[in-house]
């Protein structure tokens, strides 16, 4: 089964260590990055789509994260 997740965070270096930390797990960026401001608390906003391939039956309850 495939996986899909996307992974935010304000534009700093802790975004780009959340999708570090996700490729190293396995995960595959799936499409183009998006950036965009966040008018509610004054930020930039980084967004990365990523897939993974793994066994079994996809469940609500999965932690995509520890996959």
Known sequence: MKLY????EDDT???CHKVSAALA??????GDPTYA???ANGV???GQA???EV????????KLGDQ
């Open 44 to 46: 930039m906003r980084c």
């Open 13 to 15: 270096s802790a975004f």
């Open 5 to 8: 997740r996307l992974l935010t």
């Open 37 to 39: 401001y966040d008018h």
């Open 25 to 30: 797990k396995g995960w595959e960026l799936y």
């Open 55 to 62: 066994p079994g039956d996809y469940a609500p309850d999965m």
């Open 50 to 52: 990523v897939t993974k």
